[in-house]
């Protein structure tokens, strides 16, 4: 009988406190969407070439590096006119930053999964049947044509950033087309940045062996660029090899601190009514009172340093300060924790997550990883009615967890860790076909 067919269920504790816990289904090839395997060296290229930027100085995996299980290690990093990977990255005094990124480098495990139909924290990419294209995003819906599934439709964005990796309006010809609004269409960025892909020629070979359209290198869209990475992401980070998946096929079993830290999350601390399903994560959005560290995310010209989260999608008012519950899976690896990345410890967020109004009440920016930058971060951390807002925004209820549940949590969540899923299926390239340097 096939796992599928029946719920995982495993007795936990002894005697009259014994009960049955109901763990999720065991992951299978099924879940997860069929991969263009041809076009996965490609984009393991593409996500690794600096070529994409608009300065040409920062690539997909600079913030999403291997090294720092496909994140970058620290709460808000620099992305254009920053130099060096992860806590050790800083600025460029000859190219400053205008801000850090406003928030933290999200994981890239199990994204080819079905399920995994929201992206960024803020859901504002997400597959909808009522769009065209099937996609429902901020940019308008002639952008949609060619891409192949959401994760694809999601490089867009990076690459139209100024913080991220478009640069500054006058550094370079993509910042500028951005800038003027031009993202497709001759002369638009998306345009600028598959011309300099297609002229290289070790990517325009590539590009005419994997997709049939392509007969020379005018036939490459920016969908095509993007399909391809989206093809890489999901065969290098799909993580379903954990020891917890060993627990779910009933290969393996957990005891000791493990075991009762399954016990809680599926139980009493009831972890599972938001991380639920295979993944441990019910893709909607919540108020948890994650502090706010950082620029924030704000609209050009705003002034305020606040991150409204959801309601910058919905414009709903109880949707204010939510966002979306992010998959487990590596959660150890991952950190730090939280849309900004304001917990650098996990044991420490469990413990705010758990109770979110006194964390966020007692947070300590000491808490998070910041690279240096040569002038004082604004925060809202330091607004009385700011911190206020979000604490009356919260949406779930308190749990109570002591000490030795919080370590006992931490120690199931470490049976997540899939170490080879980390380190990926095919690694870093030595070298990309632009010849600019791999992070």
Known sequence: MSIRAILPLVLIGTGMAAQAVELPAAIEDQDY????KDAVPLGRDLFYDPILSGNKSIACATCHHPRFATGDGVSLSFGDGGVGLGPDRVFDPDNKPEERIPRNAP???NL????????FHDGRLEEDASFPGGIRTPLDSDMLQGFESVLS???????????????SYGENDVAQAVRQGRITGD????DILTKRVGDIPGYADLFVEVYDHVDTPDDITFADISNAIASFMEWEWRS???KFDAVLRGDEELAGAELRGME???GSANCASCHRGPFQTDHKFHAMGAPQIGPGKSATFETHYRDDGRFRVTGNESDRYAFRTPSLRNIAATGPYGHAGAHSDLAQFVSAHANPIVGLQNYDIASAILPAFDHEDATIMSDEAEVDAIAKAVSVVTIKLSPSDISDLVA????????????GRLGVPATVPSGLPVP
């Open 107 to 109: 994981a890239l495990f």
């Open 187 to 190: 002369g638009g960025a998306w």
């Open 112 to 119: 080819g999964a079905h399920e995994f139909r929201v992206m």
């Open 264 to 266: 809680l999350f599926y």
């Open 240 to 242: 379903d090899q954990s």
């Open 33 to 36: 969407r069929a991969i263009n």
């Open 412 to 423: 199931f969540l470490q049976t997540l860790t899939d170490q080879n899923s980390i380190d």
């Open 153 to 167: 439709a999601q490089t867009m964005f990076p690459v139209l950033s100024r913080d991220e990796m478009a640069g």
